[in-house]
């Protein structure tokens, strides 16, 4: 069945960095644009970064453009979300999500190609 699971998040100070993982199985994970989202508690959930299925072409929020950069290895099926200068406004529930990209938007796939979110804390 298809599986993403994320890992990397934990506690770090403002200015510091983490390195996401999102591990994916079950799919042919070299067919989809994946995506990071991340919701914070009483926030709307926010499409933070997305990659096109050969990693061809990136797309950031404007909140966390050239802080946040975005890659994957079709040949290990996972996909990364390298945080850079984090802030505490980055504090949230990083979730992957395998979907499609087309003509500039990304749609996200159902709820089977979610992963379960790795939390990130960003404080002093």
């Known amino acids: 069945q298809v599986q993403l699971v994320e890992s990397g998040g934990g506690l770090v100070q403002p200015g510091g960095s983490l390195r996401l993982s999102c591990a994916a199985s079950?799919?042919?994970?070299?067919?989809?644009?994946m995506s990071w989202y991340r919701q914070a508690p009483g926030k709307e959930r926010e499409l933070v970064a997305t990659?096109?299925?050969?990693?061809?072409?990136?797309k950031y929020a404007d909140s966390v453009k050239g802080r946040f950069t975005i890659s994957r290895d079709n040949a290990k099926n996972t996909m990364y979300l390298q945080m850079n200068s984090l802030k505490p406004e980055d504090t949230a529930v990083y979730h992957c999500?395998?979907?499609?990209?087309?003509?500039?938007?990304?749609?996200?796939?159902?709820?089977?190609?979610w992963g379960q979110g790795t939390q990130v804390t960003v404080s002093s």
């Open positions: 990659i096109t299925s050969v990693g061809g072409r990136t």
């Open positions: 079950g799919f042919t994970f070299s067919s989809y644009a």
């Open positions: 999500n395998a979907g499609t990209y087309l003509r500039g938007s990304y749609y996200p796939g159902g709820s089977d190609y």
